[in-house]
């Protein structure tokens, strides 16, 4: 009996992905999540999955963060850059079990400057990275965690 | 999960609107575990969410589980006159997904 309804309830749940993805599918195009680099415990192989390289330290790309944050579960971050056609901004700490924070789509018109709250594990480097004409550009900075956010 | 979670501010200036949105969600990581029963978890979080004017994408986002519980995100673009809607759409990791609109004031 038990078993008979979990199975309906997994049927009903899977299903009801299956129509989610599908009808989402056209819309969402744009913003495919990448499940390899979310699910990477490495910032570089994270990285590689998401922008198809490493970037270079661009002193156009603003990123503000708190220098210490007491509590880990909720950083104000904020990411900014002049640079034309930007096309996406993601954020990544460093010292997190999943180091891939969140991926920003930029389209024409939406101006490259996105601020957000995220979850940092404990003392670690933040680094925001500008994908720009194909090019990747970063800025990085250290944020000092006194009560870690992940388990919380 | 009902619809209406996503809270939305979001105000045109000068040709710029400027939006703030806030959805109410627990973001559950996965990784943490339940102090009475003992057991994990499971992540339960937003997984995409994208915003749209008069059929143009104006933002999307691709989100982790480091995303803060309640997750919060400004930005804006240059577009947008007052009493115009945006529609929301979110799609969690178990698959719910829905569409939220809100007018621009």
Same mark, same amino acid.
């Given at each position: ?16 992905? !299956?129509?989610?993805?599908?009808? #989402? ?121 006194? !009560? ?5 | ?47 995409? !969410? ?12 691709? #989100? ?26 979110? !799609? ?14």
């Amino acid at each position: 009996m038990s078993m008979n309804r979990r199975a309906v309830v997994k049927a009903i749940a899977s299903g009801s992905a !299956l129509i989610g993805i599908s009808v #989402l599918m056209p819309r969402i195009a744009l913003a495919a999540w990448n499940s390899d680099a979310f699910q990477a415990d490495n910032q570089a192989t994270a990285m590689e999955a998401l922008l198809g390289g490493s970037p270079q330290p661009s002193a156009d790309v603003t990123l503000k963060v708190p220098d210490s944050a007491d509590n880990g579960a909720m950083v104000p971050v904020t990411v900014r850059t002049s640079m034309a056609n930007v096309e996406s901004i993601s954020l990544f700490v460093e010292g997190n079990p999943a180091p891939l924070v969140a991926e920003f789509l930029i389209p024409e018109g939406t101006e490259a400057d996105v601020a957000t709250r995220v979850r940092m594990a404990s003392t670690s480097t933040v680094t925001a990275v500008v994908k720009a004409e194909g090019q990747l550009y970063s800025a990085a900075k250290e944020v000092k965690v006194v !009560l870690g956010g992940c388990d919380s | 999960m009902a619809k209406g979670i996503i809270r939305v501010k979001a105000k045109a200036v000068g040709g710029m609107t400027k939006v703030k949105m806030m959805a109410k969600h627990t973001m559950e990581t996965g990784r943490r575990t339940d102090n009475t029963s003992g057991e994990r978890i499971p992540a339960r979080y937003l997984q995409t !969410l994208q915003v749209m004017h008069q059929g143009k994408t104006v933002f999307a986002a691709n #989100l982790g589980t480091a995303i803060s519980k309640n997750p919060f995100f400004a930005f804006s673009f240059a577009a947008g006159e007052p009493g115009d809607e945006l529609m929301i759409t979110w !799609l969690e990791n178990t698959g719910d997904t829905a569409t939220e609109s809100v007018k621009i004031k």
